[in-house]
């Protein structure tokens, strides 16, 4: 993988930036001149693209939108400029800033107006043998140029994707790229249950690094096992969400044998000597989570809140059926999305163990393995963890590249 600013005639990397950018410039001319298949040629199949407000729409809705605008609006400019671009292989994350501009209808009836707009956006590109094709876009800001408002993109290592009507789609968990030089670290944030699908391609993001530092309170070096039974309540706890939620479970589906998996966080001796010393209990700190969980209560939709209340009973007693675990998934993925506020509330003047004592840890593991000479790590914790751990990162000099995001949990109800 490498990260690129300017071109380089040898570089892998640059040509891979030159043909994409080629491909920007031959869309921005056909939309020029309005013409809709030349326009949406570089975009696969499977196309979608995610507004700064967490709205997706997918390539077919993407071709009815913009025909609309061909119909309504003349007078339309358009340029894309790579402004970063990080290559893997066949694939390309690329950051881009746009500007738009179209003549379309004014205020008055028969009035026409002049409006611009300029973007930032970071798109995946891929290479294939009809060359490189677009399958994903996200606008990270939005400028209205008529009334200099900037919108950006969904704050949080978490966020819910919705459908053009506001329906909820997934929860996605974003991986964050920090760089420092020639060394690279990813903050990759876990949710603890997940699709099955969100743990295969974790697997696969996982051979491309170095290393990879993961959590998990145990003895040192310890790696969990695919059928490791349970043997605490945190754990069963967490087990009992996943079949509810007819989810997969981490410590099942990641692979922890990995050669390149380097345990870095506390032992469980470590954890409970730093909970005596800052005074600190298990109980204690669920209470301060419940609270600050109930304080973001109004975050979930008014309508899943009460067919939740009607449906719970059933569920604790018979078990959730696949309406269910959609709603389900639905009321927690909209807690989950408020993680940083949640953990947060741990946090006092000194912090917590719980949160800043093991993100300490992981960042300590991580100076070591850049001292021994790795390159690209990936630190792989929970999603409350984050914003902590990019702080961190920062205070020691790296800086943000790159954000991505994998699709976690699917919120749609079930089909038939």
Do not use: C
């Given at each position: 993988?490498?990260?690129?600013?300017?071109?380089?005639w040898?570089d892998?990397v640059a040509?891979a930036?030159?043909?994409i950018?080629?491909?920007?410039d031959?869309a921005n001319?056909?939309?020029?001149?309005?013409?809709?298949?030349?326009?949406?040629?570089?975009h696969a199949?499977?196309?979608?693209f995610t507004?700064?407000?967490?709205?997706?729409i997918y390539?077919?809705e993407?071709?009815?939108?913009?025909?609309?605008?061909?119909?309504?609006c003349s007078?339309?400019?358009a340029s894309?400029k790579?402004t970063?671009?990080?290559l893997?292989g066949?694939r390309?994350?690329v950051?881009?800033?746009?500007?738009?501009g179209?003549m379309?209808?004014?205020?008055?009836p028969g009035?026409?107006?002049?409006?611009?707009s300029?973007?930032?956006?970071?798109d995946?590109?891929v290479?294939?043998?009809?060359?490189w094709?677009m399958?994903?876009?996200s606008n990270?800001t939005?400028?209205d140029?008529?009334?200099q408002?900037?919108?950006?993109?969904?704050?949080?290592?978490?966020?819910?994707i919705?459908d053009?009507?506001?329906?909820?789609v997934?929860?996605?968990?974003?991986?964050?790229?920090?760089?420092?030089g020639?060394?690279t670290v990813d903050?990759?944030a876990a949710?603890?249950?997940g699709e099955?699908?969100y743990?295969?391609?974790?697997?696969?993001e996982?051979?491309?690094?170095?290393?990879?530092?993961?959590?998990?309170?145990a003895p040192?070096?310890?790696?969990p096992e695919?059928?490791q039974?349970?043997?605490n309540?945190?754990?069963?706890?967490?087990?009992?969400?996943?079949?509810?939620?007819?989810?997969?479970?981490?410590l099942h589906?990641i692979?922890?044998?990995?050669?390149?998996?380097?345990?870095?966080?506390l032992?469980?001796?470590?954890?409970y000597?730093?909970m005596?010393k800052?005074g600190?209990s298990a109980k204690q700190m669920i209470f301060q989570?419940?609270?600050?969980?109930l304080?973001?209560?109004?975050?979930?939709?008014?309508a899943?809140?009460?067919a939740?209340?009607?449906?719970?009973?059933?569920i604790?007693?018979?078990?959730?059926?696949?309406?269910?675990?959609?709603?389900?998934?639905?009321?927690?993925a909209s807690?989950?999305?408020?993680?940083e506020?949640?953990?947060a509330a741990l946090?006092?003047?000194?912090?917590?163990t719980?949160?800043?004592?093991?993100n300490?840890?992981?960042?300590?593991v991580?100076?070591?393995?850049?001292?021994?000479?790795?390159?690209?790590?990936?630190?792989f914790?929970g999603a409350?963890?984050?914003?902590?751990?990019?702080a961190?990162l920062?205070k020691?000099?790296?800086?943000?590249q790159?954000v991505?995001?994998?699709?976690a949990w699917?919120?749609?109800?079930p089909?038939?």
């Open positions: 993988m490498a990260l690129a600013a300017a071109p380089s040898a892998p040509e930036r030159r043909a950018q080629t491909e920007y031959r001319q056909a939309y020029v001149k309005k013409d809709l298949d030349k326009s949406l040629a570089a199949p499977e196309f979608h507004a700064v407000t967490g709205e997706r390539r077919p993407l071709r009815t939108k913009r025909k609309a605008v061909f119909q309504r007078q339309l400019s894309s790579i970063g671009i990080q893997n066949n390309a994350i950051q881009v800033a746009e500007k738009w179209w379309g209808p004014g205020f008055w009035s026409k107006k002049l409006y611009k300029e973007d930032t956006a970071q995946t590109w290479k294939t043998a009809q060359g094709k399958t994903s876009s990270l939005q400028t140029s008529d009334s408002k900037t919108r950006n993109r969904q704050p949080g290592y978490l966020r819910i919705r053009s009507q506001s329906n909820p997934s929860l996605d968990a974003e991986i964050a790229s920090f760089r420092k020639n060394q903050l990759v949710l603890h249950v099955h699908s743990y295969q391609q974790l697997n696969q996982f051979k491309t690094y170095d290393s990879v530092l993961y959590e998990l309170i040192e070096d310890m790696r695919a059928d039974q349970s043997d309540a945190l754990t069963d706890g967490q087990m009992m969400l996943t079949n509810m939620l007819g989810l997969k479970f981490q589906e692979d922890y044998k990995a050669r390149n998996f380097v345990h870095a966080d032992t469980p001796q470590q954890l000597a730093s005596d800052r600190e989570m419940l609270q600050e969980s304080a973001n209560s109004s975050d979930i939709d008014p899943d809140a009460l939740l209340n009607v449906a719970l009973p059933r604790m007693l018979k078990g959730a059926k696949p309406g269910d675990r959609a709603l389900l998934r639905r009321v927690f807690s989950f999305q408020k993680i506020k949640v953990t946090s006092g003047p000194n912090g917590s719980l949160i800043n004592v093991r300490q840890r992981a960042v300590q991580m100076q070591r393995e850049l001292a021994r000479g790795r390159k690209r790590l990936a630190i914790y409350g963890h984050m914003v902590d751990l990019e961190r920062r020691l000099g790296f800086q943000p790159f991505r995001y994998l699709k699917d919120l749609r109800e089909k038939g």
